[in-house]
């Protein structure tokens, strides 16, 4: 089951902003995924190497579904969703 826990704003290099639904769910192999809409998707054990963040996440690099610029999520919202995720 799909399970929406937040929401986080998404942030361009031209100060567009995008609002997005943060997502959990277990793929087909039962790895958690955290999803910040498709394609920008990641295993969770993959991203927990990283915490506590220090740099902000680029979910979209060419920005092809974000007005051509790339697209983050700032380091501090991800330590903050990953401070929950790992209670």
Same mark, same amino acid.
């Given at each position: 089951?799909? /399970?929406?826990?937040?929401?986080?704003?998404?942030?361009?290099?031209?100060?567009?902003?995008?609002?997005?639904?943060? &997502? *959990?769910?277990?793929?087909? @192999?039962?790895?958690?995924?955290?999803?910040?809409?498709?394609?920008?998707?990641?295993y969770i054990?993959?991203? &927990?190497?990283? +915490?506590p963040?220090?740099?902000? *996440?680029? /979910?979209?690099? @060419?920005?092809?579904n974000? &007005?051509?610029?790339?697209? +983050?999520?700032?380091?501090?919202? *991800?330590?903050?969703?990953?401070?929950? *995720?790992? &209670?």
């Amino acid at each position: 089951m799909n /399970i929406s826990i937040n929401k986080v704003i998404a942030f361009d290099e031209n100060g567009n902003k995008y609002e997005k639904d943060i &997502k *959990l769910y277990k793929d087909s @192999t039962g790895k958690n995924v955290i999803s910040f809409g498709w394609p920008c998707e990641y295993y969770i054990e993959s991203l &927990k190497r990283h +915490y506590p963040f220090k740099k902000n *996440l680029c /979910i979209d690099i @060419t920005g092809r579904n974000h &007005k051509n610029s790339s697209v +983050y999520i700032h380091k501090n919202d *991800l330590n903050e969703i990953f401070n929950e *995720l790992i &209670k």
